[in-house]
């Protein structure tokens, strides 16, 4: 089956601990996106990548940082300098930026102990 | 210039009744406006798109209904089901500026009631 897939499902940190989140796909997409949710923020863009070796930041990208050393996998590192990084986390992909259509994995609930 | 702007921020329908959320935007450049559908615990899926050049496209149930010169956009469910009960997303995005990523709105969270 292609998709996405994030792991884990819930994720628990204490304060002052970086934490990596994982997202994998085997859809072949170029593009790869993280994304932030909280409830009444809608989706907030973190960070994305248009091909391997480059990302740009998006609109909350503080306190965050990600690697693209491979086509099919984008981590993300929530760092101790993230002053509230309890939230739901996205994962997505597609084919490339721009008008694509953005295929998301199941997510991840981060809560920081 | 680059937000979309989404209402309501929750719904209420009966079951069987017409569901409407409605977008605006301010960036003329857009040129690719889906809609997802968010059930709890789960990531967004596509529902439907729709790009300028069509004023109208339904699938099923689900119809956007685009108006270029007001720059607003909307999304009609019909003959709503308790199914349907799921936050929307309007989305919108330039197609011909490389490295650009959809621009969300805030949501809309709809509950059919049975």
């Known amino acids: 089956d292609g998709g996405i897939t994030q792991s884990p499902k819930y994720l628990f940190r204490k304060e002052g601990q970086n934490v990596t989140l994982s997202c994998e796909q085997n859809?072949?997409?170029?593009?790869m996106y993280w994304y932030r949710q909280d409830p009444g923020q809608g989706l907030r863009l973190i960070y994305y990548?248009?091909?391997?070796?480059?990302?740009q930041k998006g609109d909350i990208a503080e306190g965050y940082s990600v690697s693209r050393e491979k086509k099919e996998s984008f981590p993300l590192t929530v760092t101790s300098a993230q002053k509230n990084p309890t939230a739901f986390y996205l994962c997505?992909?597609?084919?490339?930026?721009?008008?694509?259509?953005?295929?998301f994995g199941p997510g991840t609930r981060l809560t920081v102990l | 210039q680059q937000q979309v702007k989404q209402s309501p921020q929750s719904l209420i329908v009966q079951k069987g009744g017409i569901s409407i959320i409605n977008c605006a935007y301010e960036?003329?450049?857009?040129?690719?406006f889906p809609w997802y559908q968010q059930f709890p615990g789960k990531g967004p899926a596509l529902l439907i798109a729709?790009?300028?050049?069509?004023s109208e496209k339904k699938e099923g149930r689900f119809t956007i209904s685009f108006n270029k010169s007001a720059k607003q956009f909307s999304l009609h469910i019909m003959d709503s089901q308790p199914g349907d009960s799921a936050t929307y997303f309007c989305?919108?995005?330039?197609?011909?500026?490389?490295?650009?990523?959809?621009?969300f709105g805030k949501g809309t969270t709809l509950s059919v009631s049975s």
């Open positions: 989305a919108a995005s330039d197609s011909d500026q490389a490295g650009t990523a959809l621009i």
């Open positions: 997505a992909s597609s084919i490339a930026t721009g008008g694509r259509t953005q295929y």
């Open positions: 729709i790009r300028p050049d069509v």
């Open positions: 990548s248009q091909i391997v070796n480059d990302f």
């Open positions: 859809l072949n997409h170029d593009a």
């Open positions: 960036n003329t450049a857009f040129d690719y």
